[in-house]
């Protein structure tokens, strides 16, 4: 299955295409910037409804599996036991997350979302910012928003979805403020992400709680434990972690009481409120 072996793919396109407006963006023209960045977007959609198409069939081969999900490397944690940490029961358990990424029913309508919207979001900027200043900076941006989105989305534990969720609030901060030259631009940029740190604070709570309770960080073991029966239902630390998970939501997504960043983030380029709010 072509699509779904290369799922890496879908987040790492934007990528490239932010890495280039970073290192060489300034020298490009308008319409390599275009090029580039929207090209990067469509095919990062391309390979997203491939990916959409055989999961079914990859669902169907396995009904035994949560969702289709390819691990590339550990980049937290190792095998020695250095990384070690004691759980709530008193055993010990590896502090240990990979690279990897789970496609299930829910990621994958939320993957065709980001992807679908975000292609169509950047078709738009390429007219409504043409005669701006700062055109590979903008798209830089996006790629990189998008990145984080898709990141956060593909996931398959919770350490490297605080990456995407945390390069979500930095792109929210990067756009917002993106005529830096006005003083409401930078103050509505340092407002979202300082109330965004708020949220973020919940949430690392929430996946600290998870780890020590459960003893992983990778989503298809806390599910099968917590399905496992060995919990009861309405487990005050069960409770507690999502709980905290969700005030991370709230400041992500501008819930009382951590809404006050969204209205101020119109300082921003129109297609940065549509993103964010696709966000």
């Not at 030259?181 to 340092?190: F, P």
Request: glycine fraction near 10%.
């Amino acid at each position: 299955m072509f699509f779904l072996d290369h799922i890496y793919l879908i987040p790492l396109l934007p990528a490239f295409g932010a890495a280039i407006m970073f290192f060489f963006g300034r020298k490009l023209q308008k319409q390599t910037v275009s090029a580039v960045c929207v090209g990067a977007v469509v095919l990062a959609f391309v390979f997203a409804c491939g990916a959409f198409w055989q999961y079914p069939d990859f669902a169907r081969a396995h009904p035994e599996k949560v969702g289709y999900e390819k691990a590339m490397y550990t980049w937290l944690g190792t095998d020695t036991g250095h990384t070690n940490y004691v759980k709530r029961d008193g055993t010990t358990a590896p502090f240990k997350a990979d690279v990897g990424f789970l496609l299930d029913p829910l990621s994958a309508i939320w993957l065709l979302f980001v992807t679908g919207v975000g292609m169509l979001i950047h078709i738009y900027s390429t007219g409504y910012m043409a005669h701006e200043g700062g055109y590979y900076r903008f798209f830089g941006y996006l790629n990189l928003f998008m990145f984080s989105m898709l990141t956060l989305i593909l996931a398959n534990n919770y350490a490297l979805m605080f990456v995407g969720w945390e390069g979500v609030g930095l792109c929210s901060y990067l756009l917002i403020g993106f005529y830096f030259q006005r003083k409401s631009a930078s103050d509505a940029a340092n407002k979202a992400f300082i109330v965004n740190r708020i949220g973020d604070a919940g949430f690392l709570l929430g996946m600290f709680t998870i780890a020590w309770y459960f003893g992983s960080l990778q989503f298809t073991t806390v599910t099968n434990l917590a399905r496992s029966g060995y919990f009861a239902i309405g487990d005050p630390v069960i409770t507690a972690a999502t709980l905290l998970l969700f005030v991370g939501a709230c400041g992500k997504s501008a819930q009382l009481p951590l809404y006050v960043w969204l209205p101020d983030a119109m300082e921003g380029p129109t297609p940065v409120s549509a993103l964010i709010h696709a966000a």
